[in-house]
Every structure is written in C-alpha cells, then in structure tokens.
C-alpha cells in the first residue's frame, strides 16, 4: 500500500511560500554581490551571456527583476553565442526572449568546427572552446557598446575552480566576482557569486526556463572539474556546512600567513628591540560613550 503525502505536501499555498522565499533569497544574494563589488552602476549596460543552462537563465531574470526596482537606472541585453553546434535548437532562445520583451542579440559562430580540427580525438574540448567564445563576446560587447559583461558563474563554480588551480595548476586562485579582461576594454562580472546551484536548479524549475544542455559535442565524464565537483559534494554531504567555511576563506585571506614574498615583505619582518622604550598607547572612547571627557 503506497504512502499517502501529507496534507503539507499537497497544500499548494506551501509550494507558493517555499517558492516565494527562494526567489527572494537569490535576489537578495545576487544584490549583496552586486553591492559588495560595485558591480553594476548607473547607465551601465549589462550584456547577459545566455547560454541556455539553467544558470545564466536565472541570471538573466533576476536581474531583470532586480533593475525594477533599483535605485539606479542600467540596461539589460541578453547574448547568445551560435556556435553551430550540432542539434543545437537555435530557435529557443529568440523565441523565448521576445515573449519576455528582452532586447537581444544572437551571435552566430562555427567555432565548433575549430574545436574538432583542432583538439585531438578523445580530448578535452572545452578550454579551447571557452577561450574561442570569449572572444567572440568580447568583440561583441564592443559592438553593442556593452559597459558590463555578466557571465553565470555561481558559488560552485567558484568553488571547483580553486581546487582545480591548487591541484592541477599550483595556485591559489578562483573566479573572481569582478574584473578586467585582458585587454583592459571590459569589465566582467558574476553577480551569482554568492548563489548556490542547487538554488539555481530549484529556481529554473520554478521558472520553467527553455534549457539547453551544455553537452552537444558530446559529454565528456572524465572532465577535471566533475571530478572536483564530486568532491565536493561529497565532502558537503560528509561534513554539512565544510563549503560555506571554505568559500568564506576566500573572502578573509592573510597573506601574512601564506609564502607569496610579492604579496607581504617577509624580509623586513624584525622582532621588537626591548633596549629602545616603546610608546604608551591609551585606549581612546567613543565620543558620547561612558566616561568619555566631556
């Protein structure tokens, strides 16, 4: 005899609350990453790139609801990137956009077709391709007079790419919520720096996005980063809360307490000389605060 689902489980207006409260959380984190790094200014015009994936499609409607009620006026302009792969359903996104009164732009590139040339049967496609379809959107950008290129990396991403760069490239590195390209001409930000994927997963299913998978040329199991994904999860599952320690050391780094000799002057560290009389520091009050001179 089945189970049957608790009255909680079918009461719709617990679906409506829980659903309520999970849009507002990943408003109120993309606005704090926002705010904490001065992301997005006024008359800035924000180029979402639209993937499909569930993570720039929430990207793209949070901040669309978020620019209602800014103080601050900024554009929004979602871009696509064709990149001929094949199968890809190439209407969706168009579609999709014009129900939703989204200016748009779809970029139409066979970098695909290099990838395959290029990268050996069996191997990686992927850095090849990132690095092809970042150009790309650059060059876009500049076309479209974009001030702010939004990309759709969230707490995860964040996250897999530290422990990729300290296993595999020996440095202590990540995403960064904000920076400049290389060529200095852009500013890329990643306002779901402080959103975790299994938000984003609720919330595309919430939202009934149009996704389009990220495997077209083909999935590829033994990527480096499923890996480090795994772990992850893992770990989380084994030690809740062990993620959330880790990503708020990202944000309270001591570089007195590493070995980077570029980042803190190890050389010139010398103990105190006891033989000199060392100054008296008084603690100082608050003006207003008890004992406080008058």
């Avoid at 129900?99 to 590139?109: A, D, L, N, S």
């Avoid at 299994?198 to 590829?220: T, V």
């Avoid at 959330?244 to 980077?260: K, Q, R, Y």
Wanted: aromatic fraction near 6%.
């Amino acid at each position: 005899m089945s189970e049957c689902p608790s009255p909680i489980a079918r009461d719709p207006r617990k679906a409506d609350f829980e659903s309520a409260k999970l849009a507002k959380r990943l408003r109120r984190l993309v606005g704090q990453a926002i705010a904490d790094y001065d992301m997005i200014g006024s008359g800035d015009k924000v180029m979402v790139c639209l993937s499909g994936g569930k993570d720039s499609h929430a990207l793209l409607d949070i901040l669309l609801r978020l620019r209602e009620k800014s103080p601050v006026p900024f554009e929004v302009v979602a871009v696509n990137l064709d990149q001929r792969h094949p199968g890809f359903p190439e209407h969706v996104l168009p579609e999709y956009l014009r129900t939703r009164g989204v200016p748009f732009h779809i970029e139409v590139q066979d970098t695909y077709s290099v990838v395959k040339r290029v990268i050996p049967e069996g191997k990686t496609l992927c850095g090849l391709c990132s690095r092809l379809r970042r150009g790309v959107l650059y060059r876009v950008a500049d076309e479209i007079g974009a001030t702010r290129i939004a990309l759709g990396h969230h707490r995860g991403d964040i996250l897999e790419t530290f422990f990729l760069n300290l296993f595999h490239g020996g440095t202590l590195k990540a995403m960064p919520p904000k920076l400049v390209s290389d060529d200095g001409k852009h500013v890329v930000i990643r306002p779901l720096a402080y959103a975790e994927e299994s938000d984003l997963e609720a919330y595309a299913q919430l939202r009934a996005f149009p996704i389009i998978p990220c495997d077209l040329c083909g999935s590829q199991d033994l990527l480096q980063r499923k890996q480090v994904k795994a772990m992850l999860r893992e770990w989380e599952r084994r030690h809740p809360g062990r993620l959330e320690s880790i990503f708020g050391a990202l944000t309270n780094v001591a570089p007195s307490h590493l070995l980077d000799r570029s980042l803190f002057d190890f050389a010139n560290i010398e103990a105190a000389d006891e033989s000199k009389p060392q100054p008296i520091h008084f603690a100082s009050r608050a003006p207003g605060s008890a004992g406080a001179s008058r």
